[in-house]
């Protein structure tokens, strides 16, 4: 079945830097978009990046020039997705979700249906 566990969690300063995995298993990498979801306490939800089926990446635009998403290109049914955040501010502090999805005719839907169970980023 479908599976994404993501781990690198953690209190940091503010500047410093983190990389967060997430582990997927059940489906083919190259077949599914991936993204990195934030939610702070008392906020929506927002999307911080997104790769596409052919490897497009795409990021909130307050965050692409310090978070970059990647894989590690395993274009098997297990492989890992990697967020790697700098310079970190307080205001990242957040629970950081994986999530995976088919993609639409369109493109990549902005409603993932497959979650992982996310890891807490805290900036001080």
């Known amino acids: 079945h479908v599976q994404l566990v993501e781990s690198g969690g953690g209190s940091v300063p503010a500047g410093g830097s983190l990389r967060l995995d997430c582990s997927a298993s059940?489906?083919?990498?190259?077949?599914?978009?991936m993204a990195w979801f934030r939610q702070a306490p008392g906020r929506q939800r927002e999307a911080v990046a997104t790769?596409?089926?052919?490897?497009?990446?795409?990021?909130?635009d307050s965050l692409k020039a310090r978070f970059t998403i990647s894989t590690d290109h395993s274009w098997g049914t297990r492989g890992t997705l990697f967020l790697q955040m700098n310079r970190l501010k307080p205001e990242d502090t957040a629970m950081y979700y994986c999530?995976?999805?088919?993609?639409?005719?369109?493109?990549?839907?902005?409603?993932?249906?497959?979650w992982g169970q996310g890891t807490q980023v805290t900036v001080s």
């Open positions: 790769i596409d089926v052919d490897g497009t990446t795409r990021y909130a």
């Open positions: 059940g489906f083919t990498f190259g077949a599914v978009c």
């Open positions: 999530a995976a999805d088919w993609p639409l005719n369109s493109g990549c839907r902005p409603d993932y249906n497959i």
